[in-house]
């Protein structure tokens, strides 16, 4: 029989090669998810179309109540069967803004609260100062 030697290899370095190759890939996940995160949302540029409709946007409508009472609807002094004739001309969808002085007494804010229940507008927003 045969005597065989064992060889012992050293390892005199080491292969890098493969861990260059892996931190490639992470630096350019890395890169990737950084511009996403920075904007927010993946870039597009959306095609232009000659025939797109355009959202119909509604805009709000305000009524202000003064220090001496006084209703003014967008800014138009109105009594208040004026304002539950102007409020009843309008979509219940679209958003109704009341701004009412501190100084006014409460029965006028009650006034225009009763006519905006009265004719079902739910979308009200009450202005006040912080």
């Known amino acids: 029989m045969a005597k065989y030697k064992k060889s012992h290899k050293k390892f005199d370095s080491i292969n890098v090669i493969p861990f260059i190759d892996i931190m490639l ?18 870039p597009i540029d959306l095609p232009n179309a000659e025939t797109a409709d355009k959202k119909d946007r509604q805009k709000e409508v305000t009524i202000y109540i003064n220090a001496k009472g006084e209703i003014f609807f967008e ?12 409020l009843s001309s309008i979509s219940k969808k679209r958003t109704v ?3 009412s002085d501190k100084e006014s007494r409460f ?18 927003y009450i202005v006040t100062k912080q």
């Open 25 to 42: 890939v992470l630096l350019v996940m890395v890169l990737t998810t950084a511009t996403f995160i920075k904007q927010g949302v993946i």
């Open 107 to 124: 029965q006028n804010f009650v006034n225009v609260m009763n006519i905006l229940k009265h004719l079902d507008h739910q979308q009200l």
């Open 97 to 99: 803004i009341l701004k």
């Open 75 to 86: 800014k138009e002094k109105v009594d208040l069967g004026r304002l539950e004739k102007e």
